[in-house]
């Protein structure tokens, strides 16, 4: 059974940093692209990163380029997601996801951010 | 940014009825592949979304055959028939064609 398990959540204030972390199990994570998803309260979904097998490519949104960095741990089975310049728009709760191609076939239960001062 | 837009934002259906979502996108969702990258998921209360389609019409994993999914280009449909009690949540619908990939509003699937 696939299991997606985030964790590093909290609240932080504006300009901080936090790094969330997805544990990994039931399936071969070295063999998936992998994704992050977001969701602020009462809101949509928006997709947030990607990153390929090995880690050399990763792919933003203009909203988070530059803030935010996806990497993985393949060893460790491990996703995380390392948000910079925190801003209070990026309250949200925080999905990892596994991919084929651009389908988002598993979830995480999310983990929630709260950017506030 | 292909914009995805979902109507209607909300819907009443009676169990065991039959209901359909639309969702527009405001460019064409045809890879250069050939494929069109539009997905369907629910978000039941409380819980991650679940994927229902692929690439337009295609059932995921141990999805029931009474989600069916249709369309081409920009406008696409979900049709839900036999509406059981756990069907009831939050439809969105999803482009994985262009980055950024982009996700309808959401439509609210209640009991009438």
């Known amino acids: 059974e696939v299991q997606l398990v985030e964790s590093g959540g909290g609240l932080v204030q504006p300009g901080r940093s936090l790094k969330l972390s997805c544990a990994a199990s039931g399936f071969t994570f070295s063999n998936y692209y992998m994704a992050w998803v977001r969701q602020a309260p009462k809101k949509g979904l928006e997709w947030v990163a990607t990153?390929?097998?090995?880690?050399?490519?990763?792919y933003y949104p203009d909203s988070v380029k530059g803030r935010f960095t996806i990497s993985r741990d393949n060893a460790k089975s491990s996703l995380y997601l390392q948000m910079n310049s925190l801003k209070s728009e990026d309250t949200a709760t925080y999905y990892c996801a596994s991919l084929t191609g651009s389908r988002l076939d598993y979830w995480g239960q999310g983990v929630m951010v709260t950017v506030s001062s | 940014d292909v914009v995805m837009t979902q109507t209607p934002v909300s819907l009443s259906v009676s169990l065991g009825g039959q209901t359909s979502i639309s969702c527009r996108s405001s460019q064409s969702l045809v890879h250069s592949d050939g494929n069109t990258y539009l997905y369907w998921y629910l978000q039941k209360p409380g819980q991650s979304p679940q994927l229902l389609i692929y690439k337009v019409s295609n059932r995921f994993s141990g999805v029931p055959d009474r989600f069916s999914g249709s369309g081409s280009g920009t406008d696409f449909t979900l049709k839900i028939s036999r509406v059981e009690p756990e069907d009831l949540g939050v439809y969105y619908c999803y482009q994985g064609t262009h980055y950024p990939w982009t996700f309808g509003g959401g439509t609210k699937l209640e009991l009438k």
């Open positions: 990153i390929s097998t090995s880690g050399s490519r990763t």
